[in-house]
């Protein structure tokens, strides 16, 4: 019986410049492994565990500068692209990423453009995703604790330089992660 109102937002914008050609001139053989990942991703999002990890505030998992926020309209070589639905943290390659509360590893791989990438089940359908790693520390299957060491920051996958791009996928929809942190 309750009426949730919402409004709408203006979100700034961010162009950016990415000069290797590996990402601008997409090869036939990238476009289906591209293709492939995009499968694998929304399978992994998708799915909703039914135990209880968390406690929904989450700690930061890297420590950094919040470089780009949820919500901005990007623009990729003076293309418009989707908006970007994550929180990027800008840090030094090999910073510390830690798991910002309990859960179990569903993912860890490379993505073309996420690079490493690990996803994890919090529970609740609540998951969150780290990608541009530059190593990963968990496999598939782990069960982690709040703050254990999953990752360093870095720069694999379409980036212009070395950062965290850090996502919470709530009931399969990508939400702003700062409404748990």
């Given at each position: 019986?309750?009426?949730?109102?919402?409004?709408?937002?203006?979100?700034?914008?961010?162009?950016?410049?990415?000069?290797?050609?590996?990402?601008?001139?997409?090869?036939?053989?990238?476009?289906?492994?591209?293709?492939?990942?995009?499968?694998?991703?929304?399978?992994?999002?998708?799915?909703?565990?039914?135990?209880?990890?968390?406690?929904?505030?989450?700690?930061?998992?890297?420590?950094?500068?919040?470089?780009?926020?949820?919500?901005?309209?990007?623009?990729?070589?003076?293309?418009?692209?989707?908006?970007?639905?994550?929180?990027?943290?800008?840090?030094?390659?090999?910073?510390?990423?830690?798991?910002?509360?309990?859960?179990?590893?569903?993912?860890?791989?490379?993505?073309?453009?996420?690079?490493?990438?690990?996803?994890?089940d919090?529970?609740?359908?609540?998951?969150?995703?780290?990608?541009?790693?530059?190593?990963?520390?968990?496999?598939?299957?782990?069960?982690?604790?709040?703050?254990?060491?999953?990752?360093?920051?870095?720069?694999?996958?379409?980036?212009?330089?070395p950062?965290?791009?850090?996502?919470?996928?709530?009931?399969?929809?990508?939400?702003n992660?700062?409404?748990?942190?």
């Amino acid at each position: 019986g309750e009426t949730i109102n919402l409004s709408e937002k203006e979100f700034r914008e961010s162009r950016i410049t990415i000069k290797d050609n590996k990402f601008n001139l997409i090869s036939k053989e990238n476009l289906k492994r591209i293709k492939a990942e995009r499968e694998v991703y929304k399978k992994k999002i998708a799915s909703i565990s039914e135990k209880k990890y968390q406690d929904i505030k989450f700690n930061f998992p890297t420590k950094g500068i919040i470089s780009s926020e949820y919500g901005v309209k990007r623009y990729i070589n003076g293309s418009p692209r989707n908006p970007h639905l994550g929180l990027d943290i800008a840090a030094e390659t090999g910073t510390s990423v830690v798991a910002p509360e309990n859960g179990k590893v569903i993912f860890v791989g490379e993505f073309f453009y996420r690079g490493n990438l690990i996803i994890i089940d919090h529970g609740n359908g609540i998951i969150s995703t780290y990608s541009h790693l530059d190593e990963t520390f968990v496999f598939e299957g782990d069960n982690i604790l709040k703050n254990s060491k999953i990752g360093t920051v870095g720069s694999s996958g379409r980036v212009t330089g070395p950062h965290l791009h850090f996502e919470i996928i709530l009931i399969g929809t990508k939400v702003n992660p700062m409404l748990f942190l």
